[in-house]
């Protein structure tokens, strides 16, 4: 049988929970949101009507958002079960508030465009991407192919940031490519390349990878001073690069520290 993605995720974050303790938190809390938005994503057809026709675009200025509104009480109530304060408490706050304004939170976020990056500082909108980025995938999954985009570090789809590279076998080598932090929509790109900016200067592109996680690396750019985590899968096929990049939060410490700024934000804002 084979699992969904979300069920994918879902044990690979229970699964890397119990290996890395230090990580162990922020993983079951993962979970938690993963279980939440497998719901929400087997919803939509019932809550949106089924699409008619493919989409080619992420549409954000018109969209099925209030017809998804009546689910978002309950998802904020589960969600206030499983999460770290004060996330929690911004959730309890915003069910309490009237519909018009959990409506407007979420167009807010939806109309934003891709510049928006959720922050830990900024509850209601990590709130409102958790609860989204299901909708966002649904779209994007059942989208036209898209043509890649002149700026190579944006979604094709959403015009999101990348959360993560993925290195996938081929040949005697891996493909790289690119999977954007809201739809989830994954692109090619060239193998000695930031995504930032475009360079593509070896000598400019700096790579550090820990002895704890051999099939993750984090990939630098000296020119523009931002980082990427890559998630190599000819070195680990079990992993789940949207999960891996979460987990592997010393490589992120390891950045902060060499002055690198991280390109796309995570599910949890990280």
């Not at 299901?134 to 789809?157: H, W």
Request: with cysteine; hydrophobic share 40%.
């Amino acid at each position: 049988m084979i699992r969904s993605k979300w069920d994918q995720r879902i044990q690979r974050a229970d699964n890397l929970a119990a290996e890395h303790p230090f990580a162990a938190e922020v993983l079951r809390f993962y979970s938690h949101v993963a279980r939440l938005q497998k719901d929400l994503y087997a919803g939509i057809p019932a809550a949106c009507g089924a699409q008619s026709a493919k989409a080619t675009g992420l549409p954000r200025d018109e969209s099925n958002l209030h017809l998804l509104l009546p689910k978002f009480p309950d998802f904020l109530g589960h969600l206030a079960a499983a999460a770290p304060e004060p996330m929690a408490q911004s959730a309890r706050d915003l069910k309490k508030r009237e519909p018009a304004h959990r409506l407007g939170v979420l167009n807010a976020f939806w109309r934003s465009g891709p510049e928006f990056q959720p922050e830990p500082g900024h509850a209601e909108e990590l709130l409102a991407c958790m609860f989204l980025q299901p909708y966002a995938e649904y779209l994007a999954d059942r989208s036209e192919p898209m043509p890649p985009r002149e700026t190579f570090g944006a979604c094709p789809f959403c015009s999101g940031r990348p959360l993560a590279g993925v290195l996938r076998p081929e040949g005697d080598g891996g493909k790289r490519s690119l999977i954007c932090s809201f739809c989830a929509t994954e692109w090619n790109i060239g193998r000695i390349v930031c995504p930032a900016c475009g360079e593509q200067t070896v000598e400019k592109l700096a790579v550090y990878t820990a002895d704890r996680f051999p099939h993750v690396r984090v990939e630098a750019c000296e020119t523009c001073r931002y980082y990427i985590k890559t998630v190599d899968l000819t070195k680990d096929g079990h992993a789940v690069p949207v999960v891996d990049e979460l987990a592997t939060i010393p490589l992120n410490l390891w950045a902060q520290q060499h002055e690198y700024v991280k390109l796309g934000a995570n599910l949890l804002g990280i």
